[in-house]
């Protein structure tokens, strides 16, 4: 299978997006899934592969990270304007420029609250967009700030950035980088998994160190995530049935979160992967691609 090709829009405030686009011939309904936070588009693997069979699926970095190019103006004052708000406004404008009029949304961790942002903004001024969302599927996120997580105990971590550091000191800044992944990338699985996977998912915070993921960015996210709540709105997503998968062993956003879903979205049903062995990383594995498929391919149920 050929490499798919990366490439490049500038949004309106200059900022450009990285994306890809698998099967972009398919002939079912396009797929866009919205990535989390720290996550870059290479973290989906598999997942979007298996998903992209019969339709396209388009997978990017958000503004700022991975492959994701800020604009000169932001890039000098290290200031990168990373909201809910502009970050929903990044993926609305990579669909019209796709001229795509319908599509299916896929969000994980906070592309799940990037895609709440989205779709309540779309049904209360839906003239303001050229597209219309069919299915949604939300992995592993919550429809408010999440409290007392794991993950922001970790990102607080996060060393303050040198000016001009000497190799010595870029060294052991690389140093202190794996350390940070590796251990968010431990919490991203369950208790049990990282037990009996430890080298494995060791060698995957390794690999995710290869990639342009820049702590200042990472921080900015962080912040974007904060005193957000779509409860009062999402009603107005009952007529777009809606999954609601969750990792059953899930560390860093826990099923009350899934739960405040399903009583907020009319039409949404849910999906708890594992027994305990899966955590909020869940698409490593591939057992409930299925469910996602038959969910975006499913019949509308009839209205009365």
Known sequence: MSAVKTQFLKVKDGNEIAYQILNENGKKRPLVMIMGLTGVKENWGEFSRLLSKDRPV??????????????????ESKWYDITLDSM??????????????????????????????????????????SFRVKRIVLCATSARTPEGSPLVSALLQIPQRKVNPSAGERVEVAKERLKLLTTIMRLNFSEEFVANHKSEIDNLAKENAKYRIPF?????????????????????????????????GDRIL???????????IPNSTEAIIGDGKYGHYFFKEHDF????????????RSKL
Do not use: C
Request: net charge negative; no cysteine.
């Open 289 to 300: 691609v299925e469910t996602v498929l038959n969910h975006l391919d499913s019949t509308p």
């Open 88 to 129: 929903a406004k990044d993926t609305a404008s990579l669909i019209e420029s796709q001229g795509w009029k319908e599509v299916d949304l896929l969000g994980w961790s906070m592309g799940g609250f990037i895609l709440q942002n989205l779709v309540v903004s779309m049904m209360k001024k839906p003239s303001n967009y």
């Open 58 to 75: 388009l997978i990017f970095d958000n503004r700022a990270i991975g492959e994701s190019k800020p604009s000169s103006t932001s890039e």
């Open 254 to 264: 826990l099923q009350e979160g899934s739960k405040e879903l399903l009583k907020s």
């Open 216 to 248: 200042r960015v990472v921080k900015q996210q962080l912040i974007a995530t904060g005193g957000f709540d779509f409860r009062q709105d999402l009603h107005l997503l009952k007529d777009i049935p809606t999954l609601v998968l969750h990792g059953s």
